[in-house]
């Protein structure tokens, strides 16, 4: 499918996407009650590792409000 679409669609559409504090809030939630299995683990850590920062930095945000 990415070959049907221009490049320049394909880096405007992940330019547009982001996450709000409810998204990384139940994206975190959705992690912690999951199980992974080996090599799941070192990618799930990371994953929770940024989203945990983000996470953060908005929180940081409506606190300094």
């Keep these: ?24 809030d139940f994206l975190l939630k959705l992690i912690l009650k999951s199980t992974f299995e080996g090599s799941e683990l070192e990618v799930a850590f990371r994953v929770m590792e940024k989203l945990a920062t983000m996470h953060k930095g908005y929180l940081d945000e409506t606190d300094s409000r």
């Design 1 to 24: 499918m990415s070959k049907l679409v221009p490049q320049a669609v394909r880096e405007s559409v992940v330019k547009k996407a982001s996450l709000s504090i409810k998204d990384t």
